[in-house]
């Protein structure tokens, strides 16, 4: 098991490095493609609790990520982000869910569009965020923070857990997981995030360099939220009775199981530049 998770996590991360070089459209396009199969896997867990998503709207919703994209590149869409045409799409999206039910007869009911709506803001919304931060200046090196700020959480958070971890946590929503083992985390992440911006800075990646303590700052907040993000796909599956969303990779399960802690990590990353850096 651990020598099939190693295998495909190397494989996966061989794959990351090649979109992320490969240019903001290449990067947007299978950021897109992944939250369409976040998106399916989603509505399956739910499916499997009784629950009947509108799967097409929420399929169609993924669309937007390509657009932000492409607001990025020469086809510039930003009018598409006008608050008008933003409040429309959505009071659009609710007078076609709520068709379902009063034309399905209640067939399709209130909880059915309240998970449409929450898979949307959970997969589409959240996803949009990793696009956001590569199409930041200087993008392709602070796309990277996302990455190490949810596999270095996760990763020193598990060795922590393993070694000295004693004081559960979590014990109904996640029963391996430790105090020890999440301040591992942080700490890990704190480190790696430091490390990462003393070679920003040191190769000249960048125009105009960014204080070290920010790094520090990041690690911190990555280091706590990845894990709030770890542990709400946890309540997820759990509420619901699935082990796994999906089997896409093999040991590390579906996208959501592996992109959960990136779904959280990626806002903090895009905010922070924009709110404090920028």
């Not at 200046?137 to 060795?159: H, R, S």
């Not at 105090?179 to 105009?208: A, H, Q």
Request: with cysteine; net charge positive.
């Amino acid at each position: 098991m651990h020598k099939t998770r190693i295998i495909s996590g190397g494989i996966g991360f061989i794959l990351l490095v090649a979109v992320i070089l490969a240019g903001s459209m290449a990067f947007t396009a299978a950021i897109t493609l992944l939250s369409l199969i976040g998106m399916f896997e989603f509505y399956n867990a739910v499916s499997k609790g009784g629950y009947k998503p509108v799967r097409i709207i929420g399929y169609i919703s993924c669309l937007v990520i390509f657009i932000v994209g492409l607001q990025a590149g020469e086809n510039n869409l930003s009018f598409l982000f006008n608050i008008e045409y933003i409040t429309f799409g959505l009071f659009a999206m609710i007078c076609i869910l709520f068709s379902y039910v009063v034309f399905t007869e209640n067939k399709v009911n209130i909880n059915d569009i309240s998970l449409t709506f929450f898979g949307i803001f959970y997969v589409v919304f959240l996803f949009s965020f990793v696009v956001l931060t590569r199409n930041m200046e200087a993008g392709q090196y602070y796309i990277w923070l996302v990455f190490i700020g949810a596999f270095a959480t996760d990763t020193f958070a598990y060795i922590f857990g393993n070694l000295i971890g004693k004081t559960k946590i979590l014990p109904v929503i996640s029963p391996k997981k430790s105090l020890e083992g999440s301040i591992g985390g942080i700490v890990g992440c704190v480190l790696l995030m430091l490390i990462y911006g003393l070679i920003i800075d040191s190769m000249g990646w960048v125009k105009d360099s960014v204080a070290l303590y920010h790094f520090i700052v990041i690690g911190i907040l990555c280091g706590v939220i990845s894990q709030i993000g770890d542990w709400a796909a946890s309540a997820i599956k759990r509420y619901i009775g699935v082990k796994d969303y999906g089997r896409i990779m093999p040991g590390h399960g579906g996208v959501l199981d592996r992109f959960d802690s990136i779904l959280f990590v990626a806002p903090v990353i895009y905010f922070y530049f924009s709110f404090f850096i920028r």
